[in-house]
């Protein structure tokens, strides 16, 4: 499914289908096939705008279109992959194999591995498996958000093959996936860095010239971007200290190098355009400058009906932290109790695990809201970590405030990698429907 949809079977490959709601259940049977879907589910996933009947005849068209070419033999393995009975469907999830689930397989075996070079060939596994966008040109909502978290956990694999093999000396072939990198997220100011310091590193300065050049003008052809080169300003001092850190870290783009000088000597310079505002980061409240777009009035709309769970999702920087902003500060003018949890703030050793993630969650509302009791005074380790963080939330943050509660976070697509993100949106779920069981209840703030 990444890089668009094929079936194989035997050395046989299936790139077209009926039609393309036929391939998107494929698609979707495939990617959830731990478990059996309700007919009506997939119904109202792919025929939304038909009526019932209608709905389930497609349904059986398209079942029974799929059935030869995942049992070809036919009565011979007849329902022994396609399972499908009057109320569910699903796929046999011991006969069927998916590139997505051997790149997360992948993944979660080079988090397992306790030394640096053991992660190597796991990472270089997952990236290998990466070919391309998931579902590429199909375009149904349940898509889109697995499309930015596969993106996500590929970025993540490229940076940490980049770092290990950096690691074990292997610089040139670091660079290779950098530049990889560079190449599939084009405005991430930091995998130019990354690249540029590789350059550094590897001691190629007709190569950094050149790549400078293309970075130059991909940034000065973005709209936001008001920062032209110009001579005189160090930004990489001579220092083996500094020259590591050679960067565009302080701006969208960096000088120009003398094509005379080599480049471990040459220094690379900007200077920034007049600007009204600072470039890049979220937009100040304030600002006039700020563009609304009909996802604010959705988003303020939310935070008036005060829904349990609202999900800002998008490219990045396409403004999401801005739009977080204005919700936070509405909500602070309905005299709600307001806290934010960005996730850059956290460590490494934050994300080892569901405990250590929920526990650095509480300290962070404890310290925002200054609550007296510690969370470290109220974890019991025989609970565990939802059923300890779920207590912490529920005595000593919305019991005691007086007004509800609005808690923004921001990056927590941060999560996504990790194998414990399930228990900690599972944990979120469970709230939003104790909320609508028991309006009255703990949740109902």
């Not at 009947?53 to 022994?80: C, D, Q, V």
């Not at 094509?259 to 100040?284: C, I, M, N, T, Y």
């Not at 405990?355 to 974890?379: G, I, K, S, V, Y």
Request: hydrophobic share 40%.
């Amino acid at each position: 499914m990444l890089g668009g949809l094929r079936l194989e079977h035997e050395g046989r490959i299936v790139t077209r289908f009926r039609t393309r709601k036929t391939a998107e259940l494929l698609a979707y049977l495939a990617y959830y096939c731990e478990r059996a879907h309700p007919r009506e589910l997939l119904i109202d996933l792919l025929w939304p705008e038909s009526s019932p009947e209608l709905g389930r005849h497609s349904l059986s068209m398209a079942i029974s279109s799929l059935r030869p070419l995942l049992e070809p033999n036919g009565s011979k393995s007849s329902g022994s992959v396609l399972i499908a009975d009057h109320f569910t469907v699903r796929l046999n999830p011991l006969l069927i194999t998916t590139d997505v689930s051997e790149l997360e397989k992948a993944l979660k075996s080079a988090g397992k591995r306790e030394k640096a070079p053991d992660r190597i060939p796991a990472y270089s596994e997952a990236v290998e498996l990466y070919a391309g966008e998931f579902l590429t040109g199909y375009y149904s909502d349940w898509i889109f958000p697995e499309q930015q978290r596969l993106e996500e956990l590929f970025f993540h694999a490229l940076q940490q093959l980049t770092s290990l093999l950096e690691q074990d000396g292997k610089i040139e072939q670091a660079l290779t996936y950098a530049l990889k990198a560079a190449s599939v997220t084009q405005m991430r100011e930091e995998v130019h860095q990354e690249v540029i310091r590789l350059y550094l590193s590897a001691g190629r300065p007709d190569a950094l010239r050149k790549r400078y050049r293309e970075l130059e003008q991909l940034l000065q052809s973005a709209p936001e971007n008001a920062i032209t080169p110009h001579p005189g300003a160090d930004l990489l001092p001579d220092s083996p200290s500094h020259r590591k850190r050679a960067t565009v870290e302080q701006a969208h783009s960096v000088g120009k190098i003398p094509e005379a000088e080599p480049a471990s000597q040459a220094p690379l310079s900007f200077v920034r355009s007049p600007q009204l505002e600072p470039v890049g980061g979220a937009v100040p409240i304030e600002s006039k400058y700020y563009v609304r777009r009909a996802a604010d009035g959705e988003f303020s709309d939310a935070i008036s009906r005060r829904d349990s769970i609202v999900l800002v999702k998008g490219a990045r920087q396409n403004g999401k932290t801005s739009l977080l902003a204005r919700g936070l500060q509405q909500a602070r003018g309905m005299g709600c109790h307001v806290v934010l949890t960005h996730f850059q703030v956290f460590n490494a050793h934050h994300f080892q695990s569901a405990d250590t993630m929920l526990l650095a969650f509480a300290e962070n509302l404890a310290e925002q809201l200054e609550l007296r009791t510690p969370p470290t005074e109220q974890w019991d380790e025989r609970l565990g970590a939802n059923l300890n963080f779920r207590r912490y939330l529920r005595r000593e943050v919305l019991n005691p405030l007086s007004a509800p509660l609005v808690w923004g976070m921001d990056g927590i697509d941060s999560l996504f990698p990790y194998a414990f993100s399930n228990e900690i949106f599972g944990l979120f779920r469970s709230w939003h429907d104790e909320r609508a069981l028991d309006p009255g209840g703990p949740g109902r703030s």
